[in-house]
């Protein structure tokens, strides 16, 4: 089992660009939650995909946006970068909604300079 | 909304100390409790997790129970290992399918 699967690993743009993150999930799980976890913070909820829509979203801005795929993996969009986008984006896979544990890939290092 | 507060670290312990990093929490409805560690450079492995109130979650020496009557879930461990050396994070999941996490607590442990 490969389990949560993400790339890249590290990334590097310019403020103002665009960037897509992607990430495959643990092998039975069919939904895909983005964290954006900030240097010595605890990782925050973006959004989540379920049958290759958006179900729940966090408080970030319109500029992060998402897909999900048939074979249920999935898109992380940052457009217009800025520098305070830098972080690691965590992507997690679980099995249906409601309060089921999740699995954790090792994370996007994005850096906005 | 739903919140989870943790122990500030860092926290630094000698090997073989006894362990308690505390966790509070704010949910409506009946939130399931993670215990999550992150160890440098790595993602966040699951470490525990309890889903209804009394339920104790155990793994690897540590453990944390669900009190709904002081919303707590902290972590325990009795004898900590160098090897425990990491970030530890307190999550719930609630109504709304989102987790939550504290800001984490970094645990240094000296031989």
């Known amino acids: 089992d490969a389990g949560v699967t993400q790339s890249p690993t590290h990334l590097i743009k310019t403020r103002g660009q665009q960037v897509t993150l992607r990430c495959s999930p643990k092998?039975?799980?069919?939904?895909v939650s983005w964290y954006q976890q900030a240097l010595g913070q605890g990782p925050q909820f973006i959004f989540q995909?379920?049958?290759?829509?958006?179900?729940q979203r966090g408080n970030f801005p319109d500029r992060f946006s998402g897909h999900q795929f048939p074979n249920y993996s999935s898109e992380l969009n940052v457009n217009a970068l800025l520098l305070g986008d830098s972080a690691l984006y965590l992507c997690?896979?679980?099995?249906?909604?409601?309060?089921?544990?999740?699995?954790f890939g090792q994370g996007t290092r994005l850096t906005v300079v | 909304g739903d919140s989870v507060t943790q122990m500030e670290g860092p926290v630094t312990l000698s090997e073989e100390a006894f362990l308690t990093i505390n966790c509070t929490y704010t949910?409506?409805?009946?939130?399931?409790l993670f215990w999550y560690v992150q160890y440098p450079g790595e993602g966040l492995q699951l470490l525990l997790k309890a889903t209804k109130a009394d339920d104790k979650g155990s793994n690897k020496g540590f453990e944390a129970t669900y009190r709904k009557e002081t919303t707590s879930f902290h972590l325990e461990k009795g004898s900590v290992q160098v090897s425990d050396s990491a970030v530890y994070f307190c999550a719930l999941s609630g109504d709304n399918n989102d987790m939550r996490f504290g800001a984490g607590t970094r645990l240094t442990v000296k031989p």
């Open positions: 995909y379920y049958e290759e829509e958006e179900r």
């Open positions: 949910a409506t409805g009946y939130p399931s």
């Open positions: 092998s039975g799980h069919d939904t």
């Open positions: 997690a896979s679980s099995r249906g909604l409601g309060n089921t544990e999740a699995f």
